[in-house]
């Protein structure tokens, strides 16, 4: 079933044209990474998943990017339901400089869940499904600048969970994480697909091939080659995907 | 010249300017102190002032600056904070955000006096409210602003982007995001600027004696007149009624400086060790 659809989808940036006719299927709980080298417009596109780009000046975007069938630029869309839905988890690992339990509930509370008992329900969910619950139950107080990198992103994506987002973007989750915490997060990309739609920017292609369903490649804006994670590895159809891909360039 | 010598060189001129800065500022503080502590009892600081500042104490100078520096932190704090916010996070930067900001600059860098001169035209006499606390703590508030503004808007584009984007990517507004978290993690920043400022309120003279007048009774509201302690201090000084007396204010002043300083020292590091 297809969560996320694309048609002939372009976005400039002022005169500049960042992506060029992207039609792209994201398949519901499956993994779909997208790679290609620096700058070809990896993150440029997952933020048009959410309309995240609504934000930078000079953007226009062309096209259509549809959620479960709807178009969410032409229609009137509910912005803070749709990027509610659609969570993103960032480069860097950003959790506020709050409390753990305080970043858990920051977006129930911004969305009027005021309830203690069903902020902590909501709390123990979310960490449970990152696998933190148990590390963290007893520390929920303390800062969660004091995690590890890694924790801090498991953090940052229960922070998503608990606002029950339907599609997580990752834009390069590891790429700030040492080898071992970067198989844990993989680890837990994997186990999240069985309920979340998961779309992850990758620069490692190795990361890609591992946890990847599909996968779509990228080159100066264009989506050169988009298919099952195996065939684009195995037998890619375009020479340039190839050289890529064998490291003849990126 | 060899990298070493220079280095040793540069490390001691460096180190002269930096004790030379010190000596100065701790030169003064202990002059003044010296002066003034001996004066400094209970009796100084309860009673009224008498015979024009000669005899008894300096009450109502304590009391006007309280009613001025409070008044004029809550009306500049709320308008310094929102200017920045709205800069910084409504409007994009473009020649209108510059302008702004090129005339809050200019408006730092205007003599004391001619805030008072304004004040005391507009508030005093346009809008009629007289020396009063009010005229002047208005005025006050109005030097302020370029300062608070300032550092509030440093502190605020130093909160990184992507605690925004979180915002958003959570479902939340741009407000949410901006009371919840941009301007939390900016507060030391803003504080800073807010206690900055507090000190310009303190030790200003100039524009006080224009519009919060002179009086020596001590203010009963915020619409009557009061002397601060700085322009008592200052009467004191100039007009040769006593100088035992003018460094026993100053005393005060120097202490309610170096006191706010350090509570908000204080109460800065616990904050930041909550929230970074
Ligand atoms: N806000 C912006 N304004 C103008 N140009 C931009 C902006 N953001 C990105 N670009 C340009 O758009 C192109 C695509 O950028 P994008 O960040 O999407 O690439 P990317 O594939 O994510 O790269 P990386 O792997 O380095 O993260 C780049 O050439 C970049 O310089
Ligand atoms: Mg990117």
Known sequence: MVKIKTVNLNLFYGSFKALSNINLDV????????????????????????????????????????????????????????????????????????????NVIYGPKVHGINHQENLMEITKKALSSVFLWRELKNKLNDSALDLSGEQQQRLCIARLLAVHAEVLLMDEPCSTLDPIATAKIEELIMELKKKYTIVIVSHNMQQAARVSDYTGFFLLGEMVEFGKTEKIFTAPKDKRTEDYITGKFG | MNPKLSQIIAKICLGLAMLFTISILIFIIIYILFHGLPILTYQFLSSPIQEMGK?????????????????????????????????????????????????????????????????????????????????????????????????????????????????????????????????????????????????????????????????????????????????????????????????????????????????????????LKKYS
């Not at chain 1, 780009?53 to 549809?66: P, Q, S, T, W, Y």
């Not at chain 1, 339901?81 to 959790?95: D, H, K, S, T, Y």
């Not at chain 2, 035209?121 to 602003?145: C, R």
């Open chain 1, 27 to 102: 398949k519901k709980n499956q993994i779909t990474a997208f790679i290609g080298s620096s700058g070809c417009g990896k993150t440029s596109l997952l933020r048009c998943l959410n309309r995240m780009n609504d934000f930078i000046r000079g953007v226009k975007i062309e096209g259509e990017v549809l959620i479960d069938g709807k178009e969410i630029y032409k229609n009137v869309v509910d912005l803070t339901n749709l990027r509610r839905r659609i969570g993103m988890v960032f480069q860097r690992p950003n959790p506020f400089p709050l409390s753990i339990y305080d």
């Open chain 2, 55 to 271: 005899k008894g104490g300096i009450f109502p100078s304590i009391v006007s600056t309280l009613y001025l520096v409070i008044t004029s932190v809550v009306v500049a704090t709320p308008l310094g904070v929102g200017t920045a916010v709205y800069i910084t996070e409504y409007t994009k930067k473009n020649k209108i955000t510059d302008i702004i900001q090129f005339g809050s600059d200019c408006l730092a860098g205007i003599p004391s006096i001619i805030y008072g001169l304004f004040g005391f035209t507009f508030f005093v006499i346009f809008l009629g409210m007289g020396w009063s606390i009010l005229s002047g703590s208005l005025t006050l508030a109005i030097m302020m602003l370029p300062t608070i503004i300032r550092t509030s808007e440093q502190a605020i584009r130093s909160v990184p982007q992507s605690y925004r984007d979180v915002t958003y990517s959570l479902g939340g507004s741009k407000w949410q995001g901006i009371k919840n978290i941009v301007i939390p993690k900016a507060l030391p920043g803003i504080l800073t600027g807010v206690i900055l400022s507090m000190g310009r309120a303190l030790s200003e003279t100039a524009a006080l004696i224009f519009t919060a007048g002179m009086s020596i009774r001590t203010p009963t509201s915020i619409f009557s007149s009061g002397r601060s302690m700085a322009v008592h201090f200052y009467t004191l000084a100039r007009e040769g009624l006593s100088l035992p007396m003018a460094y026993g204010t100053a005393s005060v002043l120097i202490i309610s400086i170096l006191f706010i300083n350090f509570i908000s020292y204080i109460l800065m590091n616990q904050y």
